[in-house]
Structures are given as C-alpha cells and as structure tokens.
C-alpha cells in the first residue's frame, strides 16, 4: 500500500493549457512538498505546504489537510516544464513519496 | 552559493563489493538526507544526518549506513552489493533538521553487476 497516490501517472499537454496534477496522502503529515525531476535525475524542490496555497510565478500548490489531497496547477504550460513531478509527505519524521506525474508539453 | 555536490557522478561495481559514496551539502546547512530511486520503487528514504548524528532512517537493510562530518559532509556506504542496488542515489540538504526545503545534488548513478 503507497502512502502516496499520484495522478494521472502520464500527462500530455498543448502549450499554453492549464495542468493539474493530484496527490492524496493516508497518513497524517506535518508538510508536503512538490517536487520537479527533469531527465537526467536532477531534483527541484518547488514547493513546501502545510497549509493553505503557495504560488510561484506560474505554478500554484494547495493542499486540504482535512481531505489528505494536494494539487499542483501549472498556468500557461510551456515546453520547458516537461519534466516528472513528484509528491513527497512527510509523516513521523520520514518523507513518503509519490511514484510521479510525468508531464509533457507539446509546443 | 555553491548547491550540493555528489561524487562520484557514475559508479560500475560488481556484486559482493562495497561502495561509499560521497555528498557536500550546501555551505551553512547541517542537515543531509540520502535518497534511493529506482524505476520499480520510485524514490525511497534512507536516512537523514544531522550535527553527526543520525536522526531518521528508512526502511533499508543495514548494507545501508552512512555518516556526518563535523564540516556537514556525508557519506554513504552500501556493503556486500546486489544486483537491487543499482540506482540513483540522491542526497539533499537543508538548514536544519526534519521538514524543512531540501537542496537536491545530482546524484550517484550505481550499477552493480
């Protein structure tokens, strides 16, 4: 049983769409996060949420800790946010991770 | 500021041996946690270091440990190597200990044969 549930697994976008992708989580966590890995394995941490919305420049995280679900919205996709993101709780000191939404965006 | 190095970057081993890899946090962060991922596991977490100490352990076997310098360097050691092990082993920084933003480093690309 995952601690974290991803979706949609792939995802394939026009650009300039808006892009939603899910993550619920089952256990009770004290901070989520939004992570980007790009081909070629480098990770970007993009956001960290414990409650509440962050956004940062077209990208927006919010999450409902009553309902365990966070989403990422990205806002006039481009090209350049091909890439897999990946969803990370952190529960009792420990960080669980989602398998990953593999984004690609067609110009 | 300089962001968190890994080395070696690429690392061929056989089965059975050992391997240590390396991670330079970020100047001033005192906190660094090991990562493995995999394409049938995903990523995965080893440990966390801070102050020298280890504060957080996944659910690896102890093949897996590691260490914390006094200047914020870790190392991690994978002895008697299996095939499973081949991965990518990412380790990420941050300022303090637990949920805080982590930095990530490249990675160590391990194969084992």
């Known amino acids: 049983k995952n601690e974290v549930e991803q979706s949609p697994q792939n995802l394939t976008a026009q650009e300039g769409e808006f892009i939603t992708i899910n993550c619920s989580y089952s256990v009770g966590i004290s901070a989520l996060h939004w992570l980007q890995q790009h081909p070629g394995g480098g990770i970007v941490s993009l956001f960290m949420l414990s409650s509440g919305k962050k956004k940062h420049g077209r990208l ?18 481009h090209p350049r946010d091909s890439a897999v993101y ?5 529960a009792g000191n420990q960080f669980y991770f989602g398998t990953g939404t593999s984004l690609t965006v067609i110009p | ?35 493995q991922q995999t ?38 050691n994978v002895s008697t190597l299996e095939l499973g092990d081949s991965a990518l082993y990412l380790c990420a920084s941050s300022i303090l200990q637990g949920n805080n933003e982590q930095y990530f480093g490249p990675g160590t690309r391990l194969t084992v044969t």
């Open chain 1, 60 to 77: 927006i995280a919010t999450i409902n800790i009553q309902e365990k679900h966070s989403s990422l919205h990205i806002t006039a996709s």
């Open chain 1, 86 to 90: 990946i969803c990370a709780v952190v």
């Open chain 2, 1 to 35: 500021k300089a962001g968190v190095t890994q080395t070696p970057r690429y690392l061929i081993k056989t089965r059975g041996q050992q391997v240590t890899l390396s991670c330079s946090p970020i100047s001033g962060h005192r906190s660094v946690s090991w990562y």
């Open chain 2, 39 to 76: 394409p049938g596991q995903g990523l995965q977490f080893l440990f966390e270091y801070f102050s020298e100490t280890q504060r957080n352990k996944g659910n690896f076997p102890g093949r897996f440990s590691g260490r914390q310098f006094s200047n914020s360097r870790s190392e991690m």
